[in-house]
Nanobody, 126 residues
Framework: QLQLVESGGGLVQPGGSLTLSCAVS????????IGWFRQAPGKEREGVSA????????WYADSVKGRFTISRNTAENTVHLQMNSLKPEDTGVYYC???????????????????WGKGTLVTVSA
């Protein structure tokens, strides 16, 4: 069982930056990919970014490539999402999530997620 706790959400102006953090606890997370989904009002939840805890390989949604950077700190058991050049369409509840990795591959689809955090709200507005 993994516990995931998000922090760092808030209100930011368009073009601004924000860093989300996910604190990971429970069983070892070496065999998981940890990352983020988001859900905007009235829209379906979508994958944003993920990182494999052991190998460090990353994935980004096309909509955030070049603007968001995911990283992990295995000593502190945290995963961070640095979000730059934020746009109003980045607004939503951001959920930390964990997908167990099999054969070195993860897919970052919500129906494959094993554990979820409760979410943190990010609002990009002037």
């Amino acid at each position: 069982q993994l516990q995931l706790v998000e922090s760092g959400g808030g209100l930011v102006q368009p073009g601004g930056s924000l860093t989300l953090s996910c604190a990971v606890s429970g069983v070892t997370w070496d065999y998981y990919a940890i990352g983020w989904f988001r859900q905007a009002p009235g829209k379906e939840r979508e994958g944003v970014s993920a990182i494999a805890a052991r190998a460090g390989n990353t994935w980004y949604a096309d909509s955030v490539k070049g603007r968001f950077t995911i990283s992990r700190n295995t000593a502190e058991n945290t995963v961070h999402l640095q979000m730059n050049s934020l746009k109003p369409e980045d607004t939503g509840v951001y959920y930390c999530a964990a997908e167990k990795i099999y054969s070195g591959t993860y897919y970052w689809e919500d129906y494959l997620i094993d554990f979820w955090g409760k979410g943190t709200l990010v609002t990009v507005s002037a």
